[in-house]
Nanobody, 116 residues
Framework: QVHLEESGGGLVQTGGSLRLSCAAS????????MAWHRQPPAAERDFVAY???????YYADFAKGRFTISRDDVEKMVYLEMTNLKPEDTAVYYC??????????WGQGTQVTVSS
């Protein structure tokens, strides 16, 4: 069982930055692929970025060059650094963990609102 808790969301102006954090509990964190997804208002949940246990990263096209995912296996934390934020980045951002057994866990989400 993995418990995930996101934090760091808030209200920011266009062009601003935010750093989201995801605190994980449970064993085997270092083996898990961690990801961020987001769900804009009245829209589907979309993939943002993931980072593997080996540190390889992959980003959605809209995130490339603006967002950076990182992890700290000692602290069991995952981060999403977001820069040059745009109103279309407004969404609830979710942390996701997927273990070697293929089972995924989600956090409750943190709201990011970018004002124009």
């Amino acid at each position: 069982q993995v418990h995930l808790e996101e934090s760091g969301g808030g209200l920011v102006q266009t062009g601003g930055s935010l750093r989201l954090s995801c605190a994980a509990s449970g064993s085997d964190f270092s083996f898990n692929t961690m990801a961020w997804h987001r769900q804009p208002p009245a829209a589907e949940r979309d993939f943002v970025a993931y980072i593997t246990s080996g540190g390889s990263t992959y980003y959605a096209d809209f995130a490339k060059g603006r967002f950076t995912i990182s992890r700290d296996d000692v602290e069991k934390m995952v981060y999403l650094e977001m820069t040059n934020l745009k109103p279309e980045d407004t969404a609830v951002y979710y942390c996701k963990s997927r273990g070697l057994d293929g089972v995924s866990y989600w956090g409750q989400g943190t709201q990011v609102t970018v004002s124009s």
